[in-house]
């Protein structure tokens, strides 16, 4: 099976500050892959998504790195707010399916 | 727009009763995915169904059937529950492989 895990299970940030929350991933064969945000009671939410003929894309406020030469994935939320609490998955997809980390829970500290 | 609906929200089951899992999507999606979510384990693959008529097994199947009778449709089925299968349950689908997944807001089962 496919294997994906996480540096860190917990990361606290100060209000304002930038977070990173890191992730590696086994497969090679992964081409595609995407970070979802999880807040208590709720499904998976997407947030960003990068494909493996990228390193680097941005959205609002985020920021997704992909280095494919050591398969590590990262996710940079910039002037990280108290609404970005919440446990953040990373996910990749060598084809049709969607393997997942064990996530990494966020604290934002006002 | 609805999105991905599961039914029911919650559900205390009896070990050894069986029980189906309902998802219903309205984007016309062709793939969809049950996963199970535990503590410490993250979002793990049961089965999944890349266009209606077709399923396969992803990592943790044993205990569950799926079928996909059409596009809209997608349930999971325990033909006898065991106290492990307590866990919550999240739906989700993407219109093909390679695109993002959209989640349900999962189904919490317990065992007992």
């Known amino acids: 099976g496919e294997s994906v895990g996480l540096h860190l299970p917990t990361l606290s940030v100060q209000e304002g500050d930038n977070s990173i929350i890191n992730c590696a991933y086994s497969n090679s064969a992964s081409d595609y892959f995407i970070w979802y945000k999880q807040e208590s009671g709720k499904g998976p939410q997407f947030i960003i998504d990068?494909?493996?003929?990228?390193d680097k894309r941005q959205g609002q406020r985020v920021t997704v790195l992909l280095n494919k030469t050591v398969k590590h994935l990262s996710l940079q939320i910039a002037a990280t707010q108290p609404g970005d609490s919440a446990v953040y998955f990373c996910?990749?997809?060598?084809?049709?399916?969607?393997?997942f980390g064990t996530g990494t829970s966020l604290t934002v500290i006002p | 727009t609805a999105g991905i609906t599961q039914a029911p929200t919650s559900q205390i089951l009896a070990a050894g009763r069986s029980m189906t899992l309902r998802c219903t999507q309205d984007?016309?999606?062709?793939?969809m995915y049950w996963y199970r979510q535990d503590l410490g384990l993250g979002l793990r693959l049961i089965h999944y169904s890349n266009t209606a008529g077709t399923t396969g097994k992803g990592e943790v199947p044993d205990g569950y059937s799926v079928s996909r009778a059409n596009t809209d449709d997608f349930p999971l089925t325990l033909a006898s529950a065991v106290p492990s299968q307590t866990s919550v349950y999240f739906c989700a689908s993407s219109a093909t492989g390679g695109t993002e997944a959209f989640f349900g807001q999962g189904t919490r089962l317990t065992v007992v």
């Open positions: 984007m016309r999606h062709n793939a």
């Open positions: 990068i494909r493996s003929n990228m």
């Open positions: 996910a990749e997809s060598p084809g049709n399916q969607f393997y």
